[in-house]
């Protein structure tokens, strides 16, 4: 039996006034916790707005900080708003922890949605799915499983396997030690100090790899490609448009058209 594990600590209703626009704002924040002392893995599915998670050590919590903000001509229709389309729901069933966010945008002047902050027990598994935002997880030591549609993502202080399928956005990954797996369509794909071996699939974009402890095979549509200082072999699968720059490999290079 699935149990709703929602805890409100606070909440605050501020106004602002865009001027120039004639249009003001709503905005809200509310704090929920979860006791994750039980817990596994972590399941987030957010609509949209920017999400920033935290590995916390020694915590036993899970802690989420919602902002909501709602643009509109009038201050009672942007409340009014925020009520009827913008809704969390965090909860548990066994040893799966569950935050979902949802937002329901109409046909009218009133538009808004919900940004996150999170702070997790740092040893959690996350299955992450993002429709619309930007997203950053630092100081994590559990696996990630990522799937993005649109907007920056940023990864740092990463000590778990990683697979990410992402749309559109730029990828940004600092300080990981665990194998690394992308699949993505369109966006510039950085990876640096990092330890594991990497496989990415690139629809367009540049891809940048440096001081890599480990394998790296890369598969890139259209886009530069720069490889500096790996440890490790590395093989190009595909590289259709756009230069290859490889720098100070330790191990095998495969270009296309070598791998037999």
Do not use: W
């Amino acid at each position: 039996m699935k149990q709703a594990l929602i805890k409100m600590i606070a909440g605050a209703g501020l106004i602002g006034i865009l001027s120039a626009c004639n249009l003001v704002t709503y905005e809200d924040q509310q704090v929920y916790t979860l006791d994750a002392g039980e817990l596994e893995t972590f399941v987030i599915d957010q609509d949209q707005g920017d999400v920033t998670i935290v590995g916390v050590a020694e915590t036993a919590e899970i802690t989420v900080t919602s902002h909501v903000a709602v643009t509109s001509e009038e201050m009672e229709q942007a409340e009014q708003f925020a009520e009827r389309n913008l809704s969390l729901e965090l909860s548990s069933e066994g040893t799966t922890g569950y935050l979902t966010t949802e937002v329901h945008q109409e046909n009218q002047a009133a538009q808004g949605g919900q940004h996150l902050t999170i702070e997790v027990p740092q040893e959690l598994m996350i299955q992450y799915k993002q429709h619309e935002g930007e997203m950053s997880i630092t100081d994590v030591t559990g696996d990630l499983e990522i799937q993005h549609g649109r907007g920056a993502m940023k990864l740092e202080r990463i000590q778990g396997n990683v697979t990410i399928s992402d749309g559109a956005g730029t990828i940004d990954i600092v300080e990981l030690a665990g194998d690394l797996s992308i699949n993505a369509n369109a966006g510039t794909i950085k990876i640096a100090d990092s330890v594991g071996d990497v496989k990415l699939i690139a629809g367009s974009g540049d891809v940048d790899v440096s001081n890599q402890e480990g394998s790296v095979s890369v598969r890139s549509g259209s886009g530069n490609v720069t490889i500096d200082t790996v440890s490790g072999d590395v093989t190009i699968l595909e590289n259709r448009e756009g230069t290859l720059t490889l720098d100070n490999i330790s191990g095998t290079i495969t270009e296309p058209g070598q791998e037999g």
